[in-house]
């Protein structure tokens, strides 16, 4: 299996406990990972030509990835409290 770059726990590495237990404790944080991890796939199956795409899709692609992780990021430093459950 390819490896895909942009991993959302490799780019937060200093979180990925807290990665893993928002994702467990908050379902829309865990949706939100989901979408990342989605778009992140999508966006790198476009710049390895697996499946091409127009170049106007991919910036689009790339631009709602990074919209994505500033989301995460934000969950990740505290600017979103869980849900309690």
């Known amino acids: 299996m390819t490896h895909v770059p942009h991993q959302i726990a490799e780019d937060f590495p ?10 467990i ?3 829309r944080f865990a949706t ?13 199956k476009a710049e390895t030509l697996v499946e091409p795409i127009a170049a106007a899709a ?3 692609l ?8 500033d989301q995460i990021a ?12």
């Open 14 to 23: 200093e979180h990925v406990e807290r990665l893993h237990l928002l994702k």
């Open 58 to 60: 991919e910036t689009e």
């Open 32 to 44: 939100l990972v989901a979408e990342y991890d989605e778009v992140n796939r999508a966006v790198y």
């Open 62 to 69: 790339r631009q709602r990835r990074a919209r994505l992780k």
């Open 25 to 27: 404790a908050d379902p």
């Open 74 to 85: 934000h969950f990740l430093t505290g600017g979103m409290v869980p849900a309690q459950g």
